[in-house]
């Protein structure tokens, strides 16, 4: 598929001249496809838009940095970038592909909700990424499954929350416990982009929910997704042709329109 592979040698700043966002990937359910969403658009990001980008796992099981096969290295605690305020370049790493470093997490962030209310800092995270934002176009937060101080956290630092769904007849209800949670915990609060995920169309049930949805963007079933996890690659590296590859392809496109149209 012509443009999702290529990438010019790393530089500082943003090649394309883009302004900085930042994107969570959130669900108040687990299993739904978040780290495969999070760890496919930050290589889109960088290899379609070109964008210096940093892909930062906020969830302990620390699958973003699994599907790019690294692990947190040193001893410094990840949760040490919210308590302590140290400079999170200190832990960032970079992956095997341009413009793409990555921010792991490790079994501290599981006490994140709790040092968060100790210190008492409702907008630690936004702070962050606004200062992320000088050396990375695109900072994409792969989310846990919570509804706590950090999920507030990440809905005041978000300027788009993209919510990955799989095809249930709870898929609606799912997204509007979401969206409570996002308008509960910010005044004004960023687009929210569902996106069905998983989708079988094979499937009677997946087939109603498409048809109930007609304007949600959505990502195929597909084994080239399951090989991320087995080759530590992204779909766009493994099968560029694939239809995977595409749906991510065009979520990015439609992720980007986003952003451009909260700017205008």
Same mark, same amino acid.
């Given at each position: 598929?012509?443009?999702? @592979?290529? #990438?010019?040698?790393?530089?500082?700043?943003? %090649?394309?001249? !883009?302004? #900085?966002? @930042?994107?969570?990937?959130?669900?108040?359910?687990?299993?739904?496809?978040?780290?495969?969403?999070?760890?496919? *658009?930050?290589?889109?990001?960088?290899?379609?838009?070109?964008?210096? +980008?940093?892909?930062?796992?906020?969830?302990?099981? =620390?699958?973003? #940095?699994?599907?790019?096969?690294?692990?947190?290295?040193? +001893?410094?605690?990840?949760?040490?970038?919210?308590?302590?305020?140290?400079?999170?370049?200190?832990?960032?790493?970079?992956?095997?592909?341009?413009?793409?470093? *990555?921010?792991?997490?490790?079994?501290?962030?599981?006490?994140?909700?709790?040092?968060?209310?100790?210190?008492?800092?409702?907008?630690?995270?936004?702070?962050?990424?606004?200062?992320?934002? /000088?050396?990375?176009?695109?900072?994409? *937060?792969?989310? %846990?499954?919570?509804?706590?101080?950090?999920?507030?956290?990440?809905?005041?630092? /978000?300027?788009?929350?993209?919510?990955?769904?799989?095809?249930?007849?709870?898929? @609606?209800?799912?997204?509007?416990?979401?969206?409570?949670?996002?308008? =509960?915990? +910010?005044?004004?609060? %960023?687009?929210?982009?569902?996106?069905?995920?998983?989708?079988?169309?094979?499937? @009677?049930?997946?087939?109603?929910?498409?048809?109930?949805?007609?304007?949600?963007?959505?990502?195929?079933?597909?084994?080239?997704?399951?090989?991320? !996890?087995?080759?530590?690659?992204?779909?766009?590296?493994?099968?560029? =042709?694939?239809?995977?590859?595409? !749906?991510?392809?065009?979520?990015? #496109?439609?992720?980007?329109?986003?952003?451009?149209?909260?700017?205008?």
């Amino acid at each position: 598929m012509a443009g999702l @592979t290529g #990438g010019s040698p790393e530089t500082k700043g943003d %090649p394309s001249g !883009a302004s #900085g966002a @930042t994107i969570a990937i959130y669900s108040v359910k687990g299993g739904v496809g978040k780290t495969t969403f999070a760890s496919n *658009l930050a290589w889109c990001s960088a290899q379609i838009s070109g964008h210096r +980008t940093l892909l930062w796992d906020l969830d302990a099981a =620390g699958g973003s #940095g699994f599907l790019y096969g690294l692990e947190p290295k040193g +001893t410094k605690p990840a949760h040490d970038v919210f308590a302590k305020e140290r400079a999170p370049e200190k832990l960032i790493q970079k992956t095997g592909y341009s413009r793409i470093h *990555l921010l792991p997490a490790d079994e501290s962030i599981r006490a994140i909700d709790a040092r968060l209310t100790e210190i008492g800092k409702r907008r630690r995270l936004a702070k962050l990424t606004r200062a992320l934002g /000088a050396d990375y176009a695109r900072v994409i *937060l792969d989310c %846990p499954p919570v509804i706590n101080e950090l999920s507030a956290q990440i809905v005041r630092a /978000a300027d788009l929350v993209i919510v990955p769904l799989p095809p249930s007849p709870l898929s @609606t209800r799912a997204f509007d416990l979401v969206v409570r949670e996002i308008a =509960g915990n +910010t005044r004004r609060h %960023p687009p929210i982009l569902p996106v069905l995920s998983m989708l079988d169309m094979r499937r @009677t049930l997946h087939r109603e929910v498409r048809d109930q949805h007609p304007g949600w963007p959505a990502v195929p079933y597909a084994s080239a997704l399951e090989q991320c !996890a087995v080759q530590h690659r992204p779909v766009g590296e493994i099968a560029p =042709g694939s239809p995977a590859a595409r !749906a991510f392809a065009n979520l990015w #496109g439609a992720i980007e329109r986003k952003l451009a149209e909260r700017r205008a």
